[in-house]
């Protein structure tokens, strides 16, 4: 008599992950399985409830419990996964880069609104700090006709955003360095949109382990936050358009102190805070007299 080897079904480790993940504290564990799972096995999430009888190959079961074990150790699934989706698109990440997150595409609906009050046969835009590249090649599809820049201080971030911008065949020009000063002076720009480092130093290490795997240069924006933003509205100053709009996303605390920003330079018309959908301070938006 031979012994069999138990083959254990997609509900059988969907459980055990479950309750493997839980007990590490790890916040949506039911959900970030069946995400992996999907992953592991090539199929929706909602699959896995009609397929649940079905049993692991042992190579299945082998790469489902290497991603458990790394999002035991708080790996964020975007990066365990290899991307993120983006305004209905699949975005390369690692941890070289910011993971996406919803309240950013606020920032291309701006872009694309005013693109469409505009009504310009030339639409030029910088995005500043682009990490993955999402809001910028996110643009670039949604205005094909628009002139899309986008810069970052950190070489392997952009190698990801050219991936992105390749993998999605938009059409964006990348430039390595500081903010606006990596650009040719004689380009100026009807928008300038930026998801900057806002973070303020002191309070990194309270973070989530997840957000503290993410890279600190996108993240730490100095002692109140404010050390990025401050030179990237002295910069866009003499780098927007009349008539240009700036767009800044913010903390959710940062609202007023952006409003005293703009209205220092003396140079902002039309400032104002955009709320998300949580109903927390998101955009900063000002139009260049």
Not at 73 to 95: C, D, H, M, Q, W
Not at 213 to 237: H, W
Not at 242 to 264: F, H, M, V
Request: with cysteine.
């Amino acid at each position: 008599m031979t012994n069999e080897i138990k083959r254990w079904t997609v509900m059988e480790v969907l459980n055990w992950a479950h309750k493997d993940l839980e007990s590490k504290g790890v916040e949506k564990a039911r959900l970030d399985a069946e995400v992996l799972l999907g992953n592991t096995l090539g199929m929706p999430r909602l699959q896995l409830y009609t397929n649940f009888d079905k049993p692991l190959t042992n190579d299945e079961r082998s790469r489902f419990r290497s991603s458990i074990i790394k999002r035991r150790k708080r790996t964020p699934v975007a990066y365990i996964l290899g991307e993120k989706e983006f305004y209905s698109r699949p975005f390369i990440v690692n941890k070289d880069v910011l993971i996406p997150r919803p309240e950013s595409e606020m920032l291309v609906d701006e872009v694309v609104s005013f693109y469409k009050t505009t009504k310009a046969s030339k639409f030029t835009v910088a995005d500043i700090g682009t990490g993955s590249g999402c809001i910028a090649v996110t643009i670039a599809k949604e205005i094909p006709s628009a002139r899309v820049i986008a810069t970052d201080i950190s070489e392997t971030a952009l190698e990801v955003a050219r991936k992105n911008s390749n993998a999605l065949d938009a059409t964006v020009q990348f430039f390595g360095g500081s903010l606006l000063t990596t650009i040719d002076n004689d380009i100026t720009f009807d928008c300038i949109v930026s998801n900057p480092p806002y973070i303020e130093t002191h309070i990194i290490n309270d973070l989530s382990e997840e957000v503290k795997t993410e890279p600190k240069l996108a993240l730490d924006g100095g002692q109140d936050g404010l050390n990025i933003i401050r030179e990237l509205i002295k910069q866009c100053t003499g780098r927007l358009c009349q008539g240009g709009k700036l767009l800044i996303e913010i903390g959710y605390n940062q609202g007023q102190a952006l409003l005293d920003l703009l209205s220092d330079t003396g140079t902002f018309t039309d400032c104002k805070i955009l709320k998300d959908y949580s109903g927390h301070d998101r955009i900063a938006s000002a139009i260049l007299i």
